[in-house]
T-cell receptor
């Protein structure tokens, strides 16, 4: 069965600190996609990144970086030099052919950045 | 900008009074989804349309219905809202699930209050 685990329910750091959000997934499919979404207090789910299972290259986008490791079934998200505007709930998600292309969300990590 | 639009952003209804939430998209995506999200939880898929083909989740209550009159619009009807239906309702779109899992793009959500 497909499953996404975000063990960190809440994280609070001081502005400018680096912070890593953990994501561990389970799937039997060899082809699957992983996502991160950000949900600020306004409520909209904002797409951040999509990764397919054949591409293990780490990705950096500004202050955001993602570390995909198939060996440990993890897809971790790091924010460097965090800012107050990064405060949000972050969801890791999985989609594969067994789930008929539905997104399986993790339970989310609430990130608070203190000034 | 191409986007997913939801109206209204906030909806208040009375217990048992039917309510309709609307979603429109300018992305020309084939697939549209409705999610329910309760406080501090991950979004829960209610149903989705692949073009005009309606797909209901097994655990979606009969109280929830949907209509998709054309590619751009999709409606969520709650026939007799109960207090437990108070939640954020998120609409999402993706290009074409026939080619496999694809990124879902979300609207800003409608926050439903039931009095």
């Amino acid at each position: 069965a497909q499953k996404v685990t975000q063990a960190q329910t809440e994280i609070s750091v001081v502005e400018k600190e680096d912070v890593t959000l953990d994501c561990v997934y389970e799937t039997r499919d060899t082809t699957y996609y992983l996502f991160w979404y950000k949900q600020p207090p306004s409520g909209e789910l904002v797409f951040l990144i999509r990764r397919n299972s054949f591409d293990e290259q780490n990705e950096i986008s500004g202050r955001y970086s993602w570390n995909f490791q198939k060996s440990t079934s993890s897809f971790n998200f790091t924010i460097t030099a965090s800012q107050v505007v990064d405060s949000a709930v972050y969801f890791c998600a999985l989609s594969d052919y067994s789930s008929a292309s539905k997104i399986i969300f993790g339970s989310g990590t609430r990130l608070s950045i203190r000034p | 900008d191409a986007m997913v639009i939801q109206n209204p952003r906030y909806q208040v209804t009375q217990f048992g009074k039917p309510v309709t939430l609307s979603c429109s998209q300018t992305l020309n995506h084939n697939v549209m989804y409705w999610y329910q999200q309760k406080s501090s939880q991950a979004p829960k898929l209610l149903f989705h349309y692949y073009d005009k083909d309606f797909n209901n989740e097994a655990d979606t209550p009969d109280n929830f219905q949907s209509r998709r009159p054309n590619t751009s619009f999709c409606f969520l009807d709650i026939r007799s809202p109960g207090l437990g239906d108070a939640a954020m309702y998120l609409c999402a779109t993706s290009r074409d699930e026939a080619i496999g899992p694809d990124t879902q793009y979300f609207g800003p959500g409608t926050r439903l209050t039931v009095l």
